[in-house]
């Protein structure tokens, strides 16, 4: 998130594994049986190119995260989930988990104008779309409770997903009612960390039959309370970094007939952070401060977000195509506070305003209305077409307020700045994709987007740091995306395929200051919507049929127009900067070796670099691209058995991640800071009774001291750097009941 740190500156603007599945159409269907050795490997469905198929048949780079392995390994957040793929980074400098910025594939400049990852809540896009409206710093943070699974779909998906979708797309996939049966479940945990404080989680899932076979609906309710391990020794009484978690969901799903469904979907969370989980270090001798897991506040930094969604989702099955019309209403809310004390106290001292501190708060509000229209062709081993229409409405507004304090934390004259930007976004598009089957073996689809787009942003200035309020201003671009694929299938449960795809971030307005003397503009009106494009090739194959399979990707992203945040003119805005290239390698091995095992693991290497050097940026050509690790990996292994004729298992959970740079070598008023790369391994383990179930974790069993991000904006005249860290060692109890 890009807040207020300069004078003048007035900011406007389970293993991540594609599991295989049944041969593709044009193949004899064949279901996985399982070896004398070992078990099948699991058949997986998913919806990533907006119709169900299995895994296997989608010709880009996907993991699935079970919802049942989430639970299992205690894995609750997005930061969780973020850390079990190697490749996508969650970065939370400068705020607590509330506010963030998810990348994959090494698509981010650090400080993000707006978001690079599409989040999804079923089939209805969650977030703004826009630059002013928190869309590149508040990455949807769902509570991982009660879903069938979470996709992630690596590589630009603009075609299909539309704006924001540059580097990849994240969608929760929640568990549906279930017109079958009555159930109950209810879970208790209790979690402690290593010279921390101790947390919990509450949760109860209700699943009720209205008309069997015809109607259900299900109800989740949540709480979870992480317990923090961060001292701000300003604020003595325990860690400044723990969070609350509440939220609910409740479905409703009615199928009349096999051929008509129809959901509802009422989603809310409220989530309050006391603070960042951030350690103060010195970046001259790269030690702690205070020592380890300290920081030195003025005042706190709450934050405080809300999310709500009410979605609706028609299928109809009309025979020459399946019907889906899925409509979505949302609200975000976004308050927190920042200390920027160690900037400003030394700054405004020297020009006579001598205050004991400083407070910034921020907020951020969104309200967005989503409806889409989409038509899909069934099955065919000739062609198959999809074809749609989407509009959303949003209206969103930018709020930021900075006094000076006195000692006593009151603020006091004069005011700095007080700066809020109303804004609205449209966007209305057209897509559609087709599949030509040229043979038994081979197959080629092109798809293609229209993206019309409106913004429009006001803005009211006022306080010692800001300049007059501008005229309202307005924008209108029209935006392009493609995708085509080719893939052959040289034999049974093989597939190789090239794909070529492109994403774009909106383009919008900006406020024109003008010089006073001359009444020449001092910036441009507007700021142009960024774009990428994706070149990928690919194979999924079995390499011991049923029991080894695996999946290769390697990719080159090209990007240009990149959205940068700077400082021309006398204030902060955004601009264009130049191109940045990013190259990698994805691989996966999935394996089903003995009875009851599975084991998989995951590997990452990203080279991303400037191709221009940029002043905003502070970059030069061929430098690295920040937050994003050139390697990472992770290796799991889970075995499944009979302990007292009861079903138990244990599984574990080794992770890499190689070293990270929060920014550029010359960024303005950003020093560098080097990450180190981190180790970490969990366990779990659990056993299964009638009613009851029983598990544990150990999260970080090494007690490894991982730092995943870095701000420091305010650290230019002297100030500690924030360093985010990854939780100490953590021990947690699961209690599970369940009844039908």
């Known amino acids: 998130m890009k807040l207020t740190y300069l004078p003048l500156a007035v900011a406007c603007g389970a293993l991540p594994m594609a599991a295989w599945a049944e041969p593709p159409a044009a193949e004899a269907v064949t279901a996985p049986t399982a070896s004398a050795t070992g078990d099948p490997i699991e058949i997986v469905t998913i919806t990533a190119q907006r119709r169900r198929e299995p895994a296997r048949e989608v010709p880009l780079s996907v993991?699935?995260?079970?919802?049942?392995?989430?639970?299992?390994?205690?894995?609750?957040?997005?930061?969780?989930?973020?850390?079990?793929?190697?490749?996508v980074n969650l970065n939370q400098a400068g705020g607590a988990t509330g506010q963030s910025q998810i990348t994959m594939r090494g698509v981010t400049t650090g400080s993000q104008v707006g978001a690079t990852v599409s989040m999804y809540i079923d089939d209805v896009p969650f977030g703004s779309s826009s630059a002013y409206a928190g869309g590149g710093s508040s990455a949807l943070d769902l509570g991982l409770f009660d879903l069938a699974n979470v996709e992630v779909l690596r590589g630009p998906q603009g075609t299909l997903y539309g704006a924001g979708a540059m580097g990849g797309l994240i969608?929760?996939?929640?568990?549906?009612?279930d017109s079958g049966e009555f159930s109950v479940a209810t879970t208790g945990e209790l979690s402690r960390k290593q010279g921390g404080e101790s947390g919990h989680v509450l949760r109860a899932v209700v699943n009720t039959p209205l008309k069997p076979g015809v109607a259900a609906l299900r109800a989740t309710l949540y709480q979870r309370a992480d317990g923090g391990f961060i001292r701000d020794l300003n604020h003595p009484g325990g860690a400044s970094d723990g969070s609350t978690t509440s939220g609910g969901r409740l479905a409703f799903l009615l199928t009349p007939n096999k051929d008509l469904s129809l959901r509802v979907t009422a989603l809310s969370q409220r989530q309050r952070h006391d603070g960042s989980t951030a350690e103060d270090m010195n970046l001259a001798t790269m030690q702690p401060v205070d020592g380890p897991d300290t920081m030195r506040r003025f005042i706190s930094e709450p934050v405080d977000v809300g999310n709500d969604l009410v979605s609706m989702a028609i299928k109809a099955d009309l025979k020459w195509a399946t019907l889906d019309v899925i409509s979505g209403w949302q609200r975000s809310t976004n308050h927190g506070r920042m200390d920027p004390s160690a900037f400003y106290v030394p700054l405004l001292g020297a020009a006579g305003i001598n205050a004991a501190g400083y407070a910034l708060d921020y907020s951020f509000y969104n309200r967005k209305?989503?409806?889409?229209?989409?038509?899909?062709s069934p099955r065919s081993k000739i062609f198959e077409w999809l074809a749609g229409a989407f509009y959303t409405s949003e209206e969103g507004s930018k709020n930021q307020h900075m006094d000076p304090l006195n000692a006593a934390r009151q603020p006091v004259a004069p005011l700095l700045l007080d700066a809020?930007?109303?804004?609205?976004?449209?966007?209305?598009?057209?897509?559609?994709?087709?599949?030509?089957?040229?043979?038994?073996q081979t197959d080629l689809s092109l798809g293609v987007r229209r993206s019309q787009n409106r913004q429009h942003l006001d803005n009211q200035l006022s306080g010692l740091f800001a300049p007059a309020s501008q005229p309202a201003a307005d924008s209108s671009e029209g935006v392009t995306t493609w995708l085509l694929t080719a893939r052959w299938r040289p034999a049974a449960r093989h597939a190789l395929y090239a794909r070529v795809a492109s994403g774009y971030r909106p383009g919008g307005p900006l406020p024109v200051i003008r010089n006073p003397l001359t009444g020449e503009p001092l910036?441009?009106?507007?700021?142009?919507?960024?774009?990428?494009?994706?070149?990928?090739?690919?194979?999924k194959g079995d390499l011991l049929p049923n029991l080894l399979a695996s999946e290769l990707a390697l990719y080159q992203i090209n990007?240009?127009?990149?959205?940068?945040?700077?400082?021309?003119?006398?204030?902060g805005g955004i601009s264009n900067a130049g191109s940045a290239r990013s190259r990698g390698l994805e691989w996966t091995l999935r394996s089903a070796p003995i009875s009851g095992w599975r084991l998989s693991s995951a590997l990452s290497v990203i080279d991303a670099k400037l191709l221009d050097a940029s002043p905003d940026l502070?970059?030069?050509?061929?430098?690295?691209?920040?937050?994003?690790?050139?390697?990472?990996?992770?290796?799991?292994?889970?075995?499944?058995?009979?302990?007292?004729?009861?079903?138990?298992?244990?599984?574990?959970?080794?992770?890499?991640?190689?070293?990270?740079?929060?920014?550029?070598?010359?960024?303005?008023?950003?020093?560098?800071?080097?990450?180190?790369g981190y180790a970490t391994i969990d366990l779990r383990g659990g056993i299964e009774f009638e009613q009851f179930a029983l598990s544990l974790f150990i999260r970080n069993l090494g007690d490894r001291r991982g730092q995943t991000a870095a701000d420091t904006t305010l650290s230019s005249l002297g100030g500690p750097g924030r360093i985010n860290l990854i939780a100490p060692r953590t021990f947690g109890l699961q209690l599970s009941k369940s009844f039908k």
């Open 618 to 676: 502070g970059g030069k050509a061929g430098e690295r691209l920040p937050d994003t690790a050139r390697v990472s990996t992770a290796l799991q292994a889970d075995h499944e058995f009979q302990l007292g004729g009861r079903d138990a298992y244990v599984g574990a959970t080794a992770r890499y991640t190689g070293e990270r740079f929060n920014t550029f070598s010359a960024a303005p008023g950003t020093p560098l800071y080097r990450m180190p």
């Open 559 to 571: 990007w240009k127009n990149m959205q940068v945040f700077s400082g021309g003119g006398g204030f």
């Open 523 to 539: 910036n441009k009106p507007a700021f142009r919507s960024d774009s990428l494009w994706s070149y990928e090739l690919g194979w």
């Open 171 to 177: 969608k929760y996939a929640a568990v549906e009612p």
């Open 63 to 87: 993991d699935v995260v079970k919802g049942e392995a989430l639970e299992r390994g205690g894995y609750q957040s997005l930061g969780d989930l973020a850390a079990l793929l190697p490749g």
């Open 420 to 440: 809020t930007f109303p804004s609205t976004f449209r966007e209305a598009a057209l897509f559609g994709t087709g599949t030509y089957y040229t043979g038994q």
């Open 369 to 376: 209305l989503t409806q889409e229209v989409r038509l899909t």
